[in-house]
């Protein structure tokens, strides 16, 4: 069972999410099995801690979380290697769609269920006046994350759940969420 304090390194100066839409379920997974396929190959860059591939519950996109030593670390890995990871993933699937890069800092998790296994993670944004209300306990909900964007003004907050029946018992609208599950975990550096 993946938990998502499992994903949070101490020595994380930089937690990057990025979105990409794909279509289909099928492509989704293709998509992330070509990256998977080539960070399993390549040599692992100074600074990346771990990474992360969630599927979108309706299987049209993809989100990667990534945790590195550094903003500098990244940078330097995205100049000299992400084209090429891009374009190998875009010569499989054709025609996805990225939101671009949402650069974070973890501000603080609220755990109210340690042990529970996780059925659903939500990612959210919002300003940051509105997270008191994302991390109250209610059923279900087993935990919350906020992430602060590196422009101050905006949060991401990735809840985990016990199944999607008990965020859809208690979420009201939901706009701006993407549901995900997580589809494979790496640990690069336990740092």
Do not use: K, N
């Amino acid at each position: 069972m993946t938990r998502f304090l499992d994903f949070v390194r101490p020595a994380a100066g930089a937690v990057l999410m990025s979105e990409w839409l794909t279509g289909t379920a099928e492509r989704s997974r293709l998509a992330a099995d070509v990256v998977v396929d080539g960070w399993e190959a390549a040599r692992r860059p100074s600074g990346r801690l771990a990474r992360h591939v969630f599927l979108s519950v309706g299987g049209a996109g993809l989100l990667f979380y990534a945790r590195w030593a550094s903003d500098g670390d990244h940078l330097a890995w995205a100049g000299a290697r992400r084209a090429g990871v891009v374009s190998r993933v875009d010569m499989v699937v054709p025609g996805i769609r990225r939101s671009g890069l949402v650069r974070t800092r973890l501000m603080r998790s609220v755990v109210h269920d340690a042990e529970g296994p996780v059925g659903l993670f939500v990612v959210s944004a919002m300003a940051v006046d509105e997270v008191e209300a994302a991390v109250v306990p209610v059923p279900g909900l087993l935990g919350a994350h906020v992430h602060l964007a590196s422009e101050g003004e905006r949060v991401r907050v990735v809840t985990e759940w016990a199944d999607a029946a008990s965020y859809e018992a208690v979420i009201t609208g939901g706009v701006g969420c993407q549901r995900y599950t997580l589809y494979r975990a790496f640990e690069d550096d336990r740092r």
